[in-house]
């Protein structure tokens, strides 16, 4: 069994940052995949950031060069370092997990098994 819990959320402004945690915890293999998802309002659940398998990052383009993954993990846990925010970025963002999902695959959120709460982000102007 797997479970992942998001923390780090809240209210930010324009330009500011926030870092996100997923802690993972259970049966949870070397190769092991973690990525964010994201879901505003009346949208549908979109692809952020992916750690495939413990060993690569991969980033949606309307993040890339303000959103990272920082190298220096703890053991279970993945960050999403979150910076230069905008409003558009205002979302509930999800933590998903899978064991043996493949790298074409990671953008799409059917493709996972295993999923977290969710934590609010509020961008205001």
Not at 23 to 45: D, L, V
Not at 58 to 81: E, M
Not at 100 to 123: A, C, F, K, M, P
Request: aromatic share 12%; glycine share 12%.
């Amino acid at each position: 069994q797997v479970q992942l819990v998001e923390s780090g959320g809240g209210l930010v402004q324009a330009g500011g940052s926030l870092r996100l945690a997923c802690a993972a915890s259970g049966n949870t293999p070397g190769y092991y995949t973690i990525s964010w998802f994201r879901q505003a309002p009346g949208k549908e659940r979109e692809f952020v950031a992916a750690f495939w398998r413990g060993r690569q990052t991969y980033y949606a383009d309307s993040v890339k060069g303000r959103f990272t993954i920082p190298k220096d993990r703890a053991k279970n846990t993945v960050s999403l370092q979150m910076n230069s925010l905008k409003p558009d970025d205002t979302a509930v963002y999800y933590c998903a997990g899978d064991s043996g999902i493949i790298l074409s695959s990671v953008r799409n959120h059917i493709h996972y098994d295993d999923w977290g709460q969710g934590t609010e982000v509020t961008v205001s102007s």
